[in-house]
């Protein structure tokens, strides 16, 4: 579960498909997630995320 921390972001989100690495119950201002696909889907889009100023950038990967 998130807390609110100042400039932390929401969870960030798992697309279907994906798997995420390195989240946490806070997601704190520099905090960085790391997404793979499953099953040999192929991923677009960033593989990692940073939760900078209150969002996750850049916008979340698909796994097609």
């Not at 946490?24 to 099953?39: H, P």
Request: hydrophobic content about 25%.
């Amino acid at each position: 579960m998130f807390k609110y921390v100042r400039n932390s972001c929401g969870p960030p989100g798992v697309p279907e498909g994906a798997d995420i690495y390195g989240q946490s119950a806070t997601a704190n201002e520099g905090q960085v997630v790391n997404y793979e696909c499953k099953d040999h889907l192929k991923q677009v889009y960033s593989k990692v995320r940073t939760c900078w100023k209150g969002r996750w950038t850049p916008r979340s990967p698909k796994c097609r």
